[in-house]
């Protein structure tokens, strides 16, 4: 039987919840990842088949298990950053035929599905529930924390990866094309690119609150700073630069008011996690992360973008449900590692935990104070896109990491890492993971 | 600013053939007295595809917000970059919002607020699209 989508009931999208029912019963005990690369090189061993192959298997030697051990599987069958397969260009079937191949070709090269993996990984012999998550690792994360919960697999590898082909993201298919259908013309004819959305709502915040962009140059030096320390991730294996508050304010315009390093930059990876119940992963090798709670928004604006209004409105709520599902509040959370790519959606975000106390509005100012790892109140300590490149992986492995005590040079020292919340992407359209050091 | 031409589709060959005549016209439930915009093939509130009708707007509206391109994923717009993409809010419902190049608005030069009245311009294909401009 063919892997589905996760359904709606899987996700916690509701106020008035209570408690999760399966609130530290489920806990993450290993982490994988593959290199990251800017782009596909064409080789076979890179593809984004080969990645995940490879970073599920690091999953699986992280935490300690057999790979018979393993019973479920969770991934995200999406793999683009943007780039799709170009029309008038070949499938590499020397590439696909190297491997265990589906009946489509794309399939481990600009896609994946739970079968191209089970075909190419023989030592997985006991996986018997299988299931996709919508986008991101955010949403395979949910996933696989209520199938744990709920029995329907004990022993669960999550995996979410990417594929980025040459040229520039979004130029190809429609936009290079004379004529559109009328659908999709009505968003996209006006030539906005992916950050506009975005753009817009953080022109309307500075409006509201008397904000200005370069006041983001703090959280952008701080992001890359902390993504230099992730050896995991693009900017710290590929170009280890430092980004300074004017390269940052100098840096030419996507979408005013989103300039290029507000763009997170597109690149090709794998990340894997291991979940299991807590009972279990107290054999493990590595020491349990247990989920306290999973949250989702499923929230769509009334017309064609979401309002200053309807953002605020909506993380207000998300807060609520990530706070309410785990029993905690806003003081249990020792650091954030909310969504980052673009970096203009972070601060609504954390506004709407009401993240060390922060209010609509005052985000931008908490960023002029000491948001580091090493003080008091550390924000976006994984560094997020921004520092380790479009993963959307990041914000969860440093949550993992810096709970577990084993986050190297990102470790945070400022505070004691007990609880942590991680997810996103949209204000409208996210998941969250609440994660603790303890059960209870 | 040559736009990208337009093939109409089921779902929204009622708007552009509107605009073809040039009249906007936005989808409205009859049933919640609601209208929604893009259109969609049930209403977002009630969930009904029953009483979907098309209702012809005042054509007038206000800038509410907007950003500047510098570096569009679209090839036949990239000739004329920079420019503004606004977002209109109809006086009709407010909450019904549109996009616009806003034509004879300078790039970054936009009076969020202001008020603007609804144009018919051709695309690539010659298939109208309403735009808009602000009203003196």
Not at chain 1, 60 to 79: M, R
Not at chain 2, 24 to 48: F, K, M, Y
Not at chain 2, 67 to 89: E, H, K, S
Request: glycine residues 10%; negative net charge.
């Amino acid at each position: 039987m063919a892997t589905q989508l996760a359904p709606e009931s899987m996700y916690r999208n509701d106020e008035g919840m209570g408690i999760w029912e399966h609130r530290g019963k489920v806990a993450a005990v290993g982490v994988g990842h593959s290199p990251t690369a800017r782009r596909w090189d064409g080789k076979a061993e890179t593809s984004v088949g080969a990645w995940s192959i490879l970073a599920l298997r690091r999953a699986i030697e992280d935490a300690g298990v057999s790979p018979d051990q393993v019973d479920g599987l969770v991934i995200v069958p999406v793999t683009t950053t943007g780039a799709f397969w170009p029309e008038d260009t070949p499938v590499p079937m020397d590439i696909v035929n190297s491997f265990n191949r589906t009946g489509d070709p794309l399939d481990g090269i600009a896609q994946l599905s739970s079968e191209w993996l089970l075909n190419n990984m023989p030592e997985l012999t006991n996986v018997n529930f299988t299931m996709y998550g919508a986008g991101c690792m955010s949403n395979a994360l949910n996933v696989a924390s209520q199938a744990i919960g709920d029995g329907l697999t004990h022993t669960c590898l999550v995996l979410k990866a990417w594929h980025n082909l040459e040229g520039r993201y979004y130029q190809s298919g429609a936009n290079a094309h004379d004529a559109i259908p009328g659908t999709a013309a009505l968003k996209s004819l006006w030539g906005a690119p992916a950050c506009y959305g975005t753009a817009l709502q953080f022109a309307e915040y500075c409006r509201k609150y008397g904000k200005t962009h370069d006041m983001m140059a703090p959280f952008m030096t701080n992001s890359r700073r902390n993504g230099l320390m992730f050896p995991e991730g693009y900017w710290a294996q590929h170009r280890p630069e430092e980004l300074t508050a004017e390269d940052y304010e100098y840096a030419r315009w996507i979408a005013k008011p989103a300039n290029l390093f507000d763009n997170d930059i597109p690149i090709m990876m794998a990340g894997a996690y291991l979940f299991t119940t807590a009972e279990r992963a107290q054999d493990m090798k590595q020491k349990p992360v247990y989920i306290l709670n999973h949250a989702s928004s499923n929230a769509m604006p009334r017309s064609l973008t979401p309002t200053l209004d309807e953002v605020e409105a909506e993380t207000a709520k998300t807060g609520r449900k990530i706070y309410e599902g785990a029993g905690i509040t806003a003081a249990d959370l020792s650091f954030e590692n909310m969504y980052d790519g673009f970096t203009e959606f972070h601060q609504f975000h954390i506004e709407g935990l009401g993240y060390r106390g922060i209010k609509f509005g005052e985000a931008l100012d908490f960023y002029q104070t000491d948001i580091s790892i090493e003080g008091p109140n550390p924000v976006s300590p994984s560094g997020g896109n921004i520092g380790s490149g479009r993963s959307r992986v990041w914000l969860h492995t440093d949550s993992i990491q810096q709970l577990q005590g084993r986050a190297g040079a990102r470790q945070v020292t400022g505070v004691k890492p007990e609880i942590a919340v991680s997810g996103g992407p949209m204000p409208l359209g996210g998941n969250y993971t609440v994660w603790s050091a303890t059960p209870d | 600013m040559v736009k990208q031409g337009i093939v109409p589709d089921e779902l929204t060959k009622p708007f552009f053939d509107a605009a073809n005549d040039e009249r906007l016209v936005i989808q409205n439930c009859t049933a919640c007295d609601r209208l929604q915009h893009p259109p969609a093939p049930a209403c977002s509130q009630c969930g009904s595809g029953d009483g979907l009708e098309w209702k012809e707007m005042s054509g007038r509206g206000k800038i509410y917000n907007y950003g500047v391109v510098y570096d569009t994923p679209v090839r036949l717009l990239q000739v004329t970059q920079p420019f503004n993409v606004a977002v209109i809010m109809l006086d009709d419902d407010p909450g019904i919002q549109m996009y616009s190049h806003l034509p004879g608005t300078p790039p970054d030069d936009v009076p969020v607020g202001a008020s603007v009245e609804v144009i018919f311009e051709a695309t690539a294909n010659d298939q109208k699209v309403p735009e808009w401009r602000v009203v003196d």
